[in-house]
């Protein structure tokens, strides 16, 4: 016996060494593999008819290591439509699986740079990746012409090097950067766009200083999902929200966010001791906005831009304090990844995407 398991472990040992010397030729097979499976494959072939939602962005400005910068896909039909680019966003959606080529447009909540400073490479990967032949939209109140002027001059010697590279079949120049379309911003809510089955409706919310802040509610075959964007507590949200299968909202704890302003107070930091004291006016706590999720009938509340990072196992809970106690539906904190399907048919599913 004895002699047996020495044989046994001589062979592990053997089989460890041969696998150290020949790692390299086993890694390559190894990604070869996965490339083969990963290469042509899109999440959205998987979907059922009917609206999604992808979090291709969950955080806010702190600095995060497992969050994005805002970032919300939504999919009806096939149809992909990002609420905000943050960093990180072109990143995450090739990891979900969902190609930049297929992003049909833009639309942004507010101008913080934290909700466009992924506007580029999403617009390159998707003219790039896709051949595009015109301009990615990019939809927005009064001032979004502004923001497309800044990115298209930006980016303007990379896309002239991208044509050089790959020639203007590949890459057709009437395809790069970004296209602007303002919207009057509504005095309350008004529709935006309603073609194919699908509706777009924004509204206005409190995120002043910033003027205006808007919100987006999306209505495609019987299913609905309204996404916040940066706001305190809104009446106007609460109306337009009403009775949505899913409430995407921001949320900001007050009894975290003060933690770090004290620390920050401590060191001699006094600008974000400051910042910290300063946001909880503009920002809604997760308490509080499962109150009004209550008060707008809708089935489930995801909570996004999450403010400050929750860093230490366990924080969840604090995040979220009572807000599960005043919303009697599903209440989770959206991570990177996380995709959530609202068939036609009916039902919700909560998995996640491609890599992430």
Same mark, same amino acid.
């Given at each position: 016996?004895?002699?047996?398991?020495?044989?046994?472990?001589?062979?592990?040992?053997?089989?460890?060494?041969?696998?150290?010397?020949?790692?390299?030729?086993?890694?390559?097979?190894?990604?070869?593999?996965?490339?083969?499976?990963?290469?042509?494959?899109?999440?959205?072939?998987?979907?059922?008819?009917?609206?999604?939602?992808?979090?291709?962005?969950?955080?806010?400005?702190?600095?995060?290591?497992?969050?994005?910068?805002?970032?919300?896909?939504?999919?009806?039909?096939?149809?992909?439509?990002?609420?905000?680019?943050?960093?990180?966003?072109?990143?995450?959606?090739?990891?979900?699986?969902?190609?930049?080529?297929?992003?049909?447009?833009?639309?942004?909540?507010?101008?913080?740079?934290?909700?466009?400073?992924?506007?580029?490479?999403?617009?390159?990967?998707?003219?790039?990746?896709?051949?595009?032949?015109?301009?990615?939209?990019?939809?927005?109140?009064?001032?979004?012409?502004?923001?497309?002027?800044?990115?298209?001059?930006?980016?303007?010697?990379?896309?002239?090097?991208?044509?050089?590279?790959?020639?203007?079949?590949?890459?057709?120049?009437?395809?790069? /950067?970004? %296209?602007?379309?303002? !919207?009057?911003? $509504?005095?309350?809510? +008004?529709?935006?766009? @309603?073609?194919?089955? =699908?509706?777009?409706?924004?509204?206005?919310?409190?995120?002043?200083?910033?003027?205006?802040?808007?919100?987006?509610?999306?209505?495609?075959?019987?299913?609905?999902?309204?996404?916040?964007?940066?706001?305190?507590?809104?009446?106007?949200?609460?109306?337009?929200?009403?009775?949505?299968?899913?409430?995407?909202?921001?949320?900001?704890?007050?009894?975290?966010?003060?933690?770090?302003?004290?620390?920050?107070?401590?060191?001699?930091?006094?600008?974000?001791?400051?910042?910290?004291?300063?946001?909880?006016?503009?920002?809604?706590?997760?308490?509080?906005?499962?109150?009004?999720?209550?008060?707008?009938?809708?089935?489930?509340?995801?909570?996004?831009?999450?403010?400050?990072?929750?860093?230490?196992?366990?924080?969840?809970?604090?995040?979220? /304090?009572? %807000?599960?106690?005043? !919303?009697?539906? $599903?209440?989770?904190? +959206?991570?990177?990844? @996380?995709?959530?399907? =609202?068939?036609?048919?009916?039902?919700?599913?909560?998995?996640?995407?491609?890599?992430?």
């Amino acid at each position: 016996m004895k002699r047996a398991l020495a044989i046994l472990a001589g062979l592990v040992v053997v089989a460890g060494v041969l696998v150290y010397l020949f790692r390299g030729p086993l890694a390559v097979r190894a990604y070869e593999a996965g490339i083969r499976r990963a290469v042509g494959v899109s999440t959205l072939d998987s979907l059922p008819d009917g609206l999604s939602v992808a979090f291709c962005g969950t955080g806010a400005p702190l600095p995060d290591p497992d969050r994005a910068g805002p970032c919300t896909a939504i999919i009806a039909g096939g149809r992909v439509i990002l609420v905000d680019a943050g960093e990180g966003a072109a990143r995450n959606l090739g990891l979900m699986g969902i190609p930049a080529g297929k992003v049909e447009r833009i639309l942004l909540t507010h101008f913080h740079s934290d909700h466009i400073d992924g506007i580029g490479p999403v617009m390159l990967q998707r003219w790039v990746n896709n051949s595009a032949t015109a301009p990615l939209t990019l939809m927005g109140p009064s001032g979004v012409e502004d923001i497309a002027a800044g990115f298209n001059a930006a980016y303007a010697r990379d896309a002239g090097y991208r044509v050089a590279h790959h020639g203007a079949a590949l890459v057709p120049p009437s395809g790069y /950067g970004v %296209a602007p379309l303002a !919207f009057p911003p $509504p005095d309350e809510s +008004a529709v935006i766009l @309603d073609e194919g089955g =699908l509706k777009v409706t924004a509204f206005r919310v409190n995120h002043s200083p910033v003027e205006p802040a808007l919100g987006y509610r999306f209505d495609y075959k019987g299913r609905c999902v309204t996404v916040s964007g940066d706001t305190s507590l809104s009446p106007v949200l609460v109306r337009v929200a009403a009775g949505c299968d899913l409430l995407v909202h921001e949320g900001l704890q007050p009894r975290l966010t003060r933690i770090v302003g004290r620390a920050a107070a401590e060191k001699g930091n006094r600008a974000l001791a400051k910042v910290m004291a300063d946001i909880e006016s503009y920002h809604a706590a997760p308490e509080a906005v499962a109150d009004e999720a209550a008060d707008a009938g809708v089935k489930a509340l995801a909570f996004t831009h999450v403010i400050p990072p929750l860093l230490v196992p366990g924080l969840d809970q604090a995040f979220l /304090g009572d %807000a599960r106690s005043r !919303f009697s539906g $599903p209440v989770w904190i +959206a991570r990177d990844g @996380d995709l959530v399907s =609202l068939p036609a048919a009916g039902g919700m599913e909560r998995t996640r995407a491609g890599r992430m």
